[in-house]
């Protein structure tokens, strides 16, 4: 009898510490799972205690049973390190957003500009695009009347490109603010695909019928807004795909 009460407050004391712990723990760990503790509060205070807790208890376990006095060091640090798949898809998200404004821009200076054509004649080097011919000057550009429903048509649809591309930007913003997590930007996906189409067929109407030799011309080549309609063909396809498969998170 007096062995047992001699041992008694020592094991009271014991229990009363390891409980203590784990209920601290506990408490900790959600606190910091609810965003009321960064990793500077958490790390060092409870990988401490963990470590004086499992130097004080572990001589007092039993071999036979195996009982865990606590959490190990690599879960604690487990449960310290914030989550970064979130911060991946933030980054991501970004870069698209960045690639569709640049999108918007290229598709822009593409119609805009009248490079689309570029060679040279005696009076020196000329271009033209789809709406001037410009050699020194600027006029209107002038086709035979079986070319003026081809060329209306690919105005048309690379000025539609620029109307859907700027739609699907919008609708990217506001899904971004209103969409619930876990669901995918469909309507923005959606969107940037007819502006892909778009592209598709008024660059493709523009190559078939005003890419070849034009009378009074030399050395006829491809300007640069000529190839920026392309590579904003490749962009919008490729955005408007990631837009489908992405999550919100």
Same mark, same amino acid.
Not at 122 to 144: E, K
Not at 191 to 199: E, H, N, T
């Given at each position: ?16 510490? =390891? ?57 604690? =640090? ?172």
């Amino acid at each position: 009898m007096k062995l047992f009460f001699f041992f008694l407050p020592r094991f009271k004391g014991r229990l009363i510490h =390891s409980n203590s712990f784990k209920t601290e723990w506990r408490d900790t760990t959600l606190a910091y799972h609810r965003g009321n503790l960064n990793q500077q509060q958490v790390t060092p205070l409870h990988y401490g205690s963990a470590l004086r807790h499992s130097s004080t208890a572990a001589p007092h376990a039993p071999a036979s049973t195996g009982a865990s006095t606590g959490p190990s060091p690599p879960e604690l =640090s487990a449960l310290a390190t914030p989550p970064r798949k979130d911060a991946k898809m933030l980054v991501l998200l970004a870069g698209i957003f960045v690639v569709h404004i640049a999108t918007v821009i290229m598709l822009f200076v593409s119609t805009i500009a009248n490079v689309w054509m570029v060679g040279n004649t005696t009076m020196g080097r000329a271009s033209w695009g789809l709406w001037l011919m410009c050699n020194g000057t600027c006029r209107q550009l002038t086709v035979s009347s079986s070319e003026a429903a081809s060329l209306k048509a690919a105005q048309a649809f690379m000025i539609l490109s620029i109307i859907f591309s700027v739609i699907a930007l919008v609708m990217f913003i506001v899904q971004l603010f209103t969409l619930e997590k876990g669901k995918r930007f469909y309507i923005t996906g959606a969107i940037m695909l007819v502006c892909w189409l778009c592209i598709l067929i008024g660059a493709s109407i523009y190559t078939a019928r005003f890419t070849g030799l034009r009378s009074g011309f030399t050395n006829v080549h491809h300007g640069y807004s000529f190839i920026l309609a392309w590579i904003c063909f490749c962009f919008s396809f490729i955005i408007g795909i990631l837009y489908l498969v992405l999550r919100k998170k």
